[in-house]
């Protein structure tokens, strides 16, 4: 039987060190229109660990892109530029191009259901109505990735989803900015130096 990673890379995953490598994809949507937006939640997280790091972005194909070295490991951050209904094909893209196995993946993505800040980290799930889950499914043929949501909570009235998810941040939630960025690096350094499920358990409800 053709594993997923053959499918993906045309290739066995034996010739491939999956331990050495990560893709670390914030989702979101270019343009200063939307910079400080909930929906763009994914990408300020990764610009605080970028910048904690103190790397800087370059613009590469599909998306703006950051390499790192974390614990021996290579490190890739991915902001994809092709707009959030069309995230899966950046992820596809750069998973090819620099082999990166599944297992290695983390998106990192709001979420609605969640209140302010808290976290949830989950190894798959449905795309709960996200359409750049949606396009990653899509793209990756399996839902079994995994995923970093950020609350952003639910406030708001009947018909103003949309224009809650392209709202910017309140005051209160830009006064607790701060610490919920700080923590959601942390999340990032312990899926790369101790792997999903211990990041789960420290963290997930925090």
């Known amino acids: 039987m053709i594993s997923f990673f053959e499918k993906l890379?045309?290739?066995?995953?034996?010739?491939?060190?999956?331990m050495k490598k990560f893709l670390i994809v914030g989702l979101g949507n270019i343009g200063p229109k939307y910079h400080n937006t909930r929906h763009n939640i994914g990408f300020k997280i990764l610009d605080a660990y970028?910048?904690?790091?103190e790397e800087t972005w370059s613009t590469e194909k599909l998306g703006d892109i950051s390499q790192l070295k974390v614990r021996g490991k290579t490190v890739i951050l991915l902001k994809p530029n092709t707009?959030?209904?069309?995230?899966?094909?950046?992820?596809?893209?750069?998973?090819?191009?620099?082999?990166?196995?599944?297992?290695?993946?983390?998106?990192?993505?709001?979420?609605?259901n969640l209140d302010f800040g808290t976290i949830r980290v989950k190894t798959k799930g449905s795309d709960g109505g996200h359409n750049g889950l949606k396009d990653i499914q899509n793209q990756l043929l399996t839902s079994n990735y995994n995923r970093f949501r950020f609350g952003i909570g639910d406030r708001f009235s009947?018909?103003?989803?949309i224009d809650y998810v392209l709202g910017e941040w309140d005051n209160e939630e830009e006064?607790?900015?701060?610490?919920?960025?700080?923590?959601?690096?942390?999340?990032?350094?312990?899926?790369i130096a101790s792997g999903i499920t211990?990041?789960?358990?420290?963290?997930?409800g925090k």
Request: hydrophobic share 35%.
């Open 158 to 161: 009947k018909g103003k989803q």
């Open 83 to 112: 707009y959030m209904n069309l995230s899966g094909k950046a992820v596809k893209f750069w998973m090819q191009k620099e082999k990166i196995s599944l297992e290695n993946l983390l998106i990192i993505t709001d979420d609605l």
């Open 9 to 18: 890379f045309g290739t066995k995953q034996e010739n491939i060190d999956p």
């Open 50 to 53: 970028a910048a904690e790091k």
């Open 198 to 204: 211990n990041t789960m358990n420290a963290y997930n």
């Open 175 to 191: 006064k607790d900015m701060p610490e919920r960025l700080d923590i959601s690096c942390k999340v990032i350094e312990s899926f």
